[in-house]
C-alpha cells in the first residue's frame, strides 16, 4: 500500500516540476524582453529639439539634490545652455521627513548654475515616475507646450517612454550615464519595476473590461 502511495506522489511531482520549470522559464524571457526594451532605449536616447525639457525626480539630501539628481539637472542644464529646449519643467513633491520639495531643490540648483527662473516650470505634487508625468502633463497643457525631452538616467528612459506613451506626451528621451550609482543594479530594479507597470496597466484594462461588460 505504502509503494503505492509513493508511485502515486511521483507523476505530481513530477508535474509540479514541470509548471515551476515553465514559469522559471517565462520568467527569464521576461526580464530579458525588459532588458533589450531597456538597453534599445538607451541607444535611441539622442538629443533632440523641443519647447521643454523634463527633469525626472530624485532623491534630495536635505535641501540640496542627491548625487544622482545632480546628474539630471546636469545634463538638463546642458540641454538648455546648447539650445536643444527654452524652458525646463523639474518635477517632484515633498518626500518624506523633507521640508522641501524635489521640485523646488531642482530649481534652486539650475538658478544657481545661470538658468533663468522664468524658465524653469514646477510641478510639486508628484511622488513617483508615473506621477512626475502625470501632473506635468497638466504643467505642459497650462502653458500650451505640445513637445517634450524626458531627461533622466538611461537605464531609467525606457519605462518613462512608456509611461509617457501611455498618458499621450509627445516626447523623445535624453539620458544620462550616471558615475555616482551602479547600473547593473538600477537596471535590474528596472526590469522589476517595468514588470510592475505592465500587470498594474492589465490588471486595470481586466477591471475596466469587467466593469462595462
Not at 3 to 18: E, F, K, L
Given at each position: 500500500?505504502?509503494?503505492?502511495?509513493?508511485?502515486?506522489?511521483?507523476p505530481c511531482w513530477r508535474g509540479i516540476r514541470i509548471?515551476?520549470?515553465?514559469?522559471?522559464?517565462?520568467?527569464?524571457?521576461?526580464?530579458?524582453?525588459?532588458?533589450?526594451?531597456?538597453?534599445?532605449?538607451?541607444?535611441?536616447?539622442?538629443?533632440?529639439?523641443?519647447?521643454?525639457?523634463?527633469?525626472?525626480?530624485?532623491?534630495?539630501?536635505?535641501?540640496?539634490?542627491?548625487?544622482?539628481?545632480?546628474?539630471?539637472?546636469?545634463?538638463?542644464?546642458?540641454?538648455?545652455?546648447?539650445?536643444?529646449?527654452?524652458?525646463?519643467?523639474?518635477?517632484?513633491?515633498?518626500?518624506?521627513?523633507?521640508?522641501?520639495?524635489?521640485?523646488?531643490?531642482?530649481?534652486?540648483?539650475?538658478?544657481?548654475?545661470?538658468?533663468?527662473?522664468?524658465?524653469?516650470?514646477?510641478?510639486?505634487?508628484?511622488?513617483?515616475?508615473?506621477?512626475?508625468?502625470?501632473y506635468g502633463q497638466q504643467v505642459l497643457e497650462e502653458?500650451?507646450?505640445?513637445?517634450?525631452?524626458?531627461?533622466?538616467?538611461?537605464?531609467?528612459?525606457?519605462?518613462?517612454?512608456?509611461?509617457?506613451?501611455?498618458?499621450?506626451?509627445?516626447?523623445?528621451?535624453?539620458?544620462?550615464?550616471?558615475?555616482?550609482?551602479?547600473?547593473?543594479?538600477?537596471?535590474?530594479?528596472?526590469?522589476?519595476?517595468?514588470?510592475?507597470?505592465?500587470?498594474?496597466?492589465?490588471?486595470?484594462?481586466?477591471?475596466?473590461?469587467?466593469?462595462?461588460?
Amino acid at each position: 500500500m505504502k509503494n503505492r502511495t509513493i508511485n502515486a506522489q511521483r507523476p505530481c511531482w513530477r508535474g509540479i516540476r514541470i509548471v515551476l520549470g515553465i514559469v522559471m522559464l517565462l520568467g527569464l524571457l521576461w526580464s530579458g524582453y525588459n532588458w533589450y526594451r531597456i538597453e534599445q532605449t538607451i541607444e535611441g536616447a539622442n538629443a533632440r529639439h523641443a519647447t521643454v525639457g523634463i527633469v525626472l525626480g530624485a532623491a534630495v539630501w536635505g535641501e540640496g539634490p542627491s548625487p544622482g539628481l545632480r546628474e539630471r539637472l546636469e545634463q538638463a542644464a546642458t540641454l538648455y545652455e546648447e539650445g536643444y529646449v527654452s524652458k525646463l519643467l523639474v518635477t517632484g513633491g515633498l518626500g518624506e521627513g523633507k521640508t522641501i520639495t524635489e521640485a523646488a531643490v531642482s530649481r534652486n540648483y539650475l538658478v544657481a548654475k545661470g538658468i533663468p527662473e522664468e524658465d524653469i516650470l514646477l510641478e510639486s505634487k508628484s511622488t513617483s515616475t508615473y506621477e512626475n508625468l502625470l501632473y506635468g502633463q497638466q504643467v505642459l497643457e497650462e502653458h500650451h507646450i505640445q513637445d517634450a525631452l524626458i531627461i533622466s538616467h538611461d537605464y531609467h528612459l525606457a519605462r518613462a517612454m512608456i509611461m509617457a506613451d501611455s498618458l499621450g506626451i509627445v516626447a523623445s528621451p535624453v539620458g544620462t550615464t550616471s558615475h555616482v550609482l551602479f547600473g547593473p543594479y538600477h537596471k535590474a530594479r528596472e526590469v522589476l519595476a517595468l514588470t510592475d507597470w505592465e500587470l498594474s496597466r492589465l490588471w486595470t484594462q481586466v477591471l475596466g473590461t469587467v466593469v462595462l461588460a
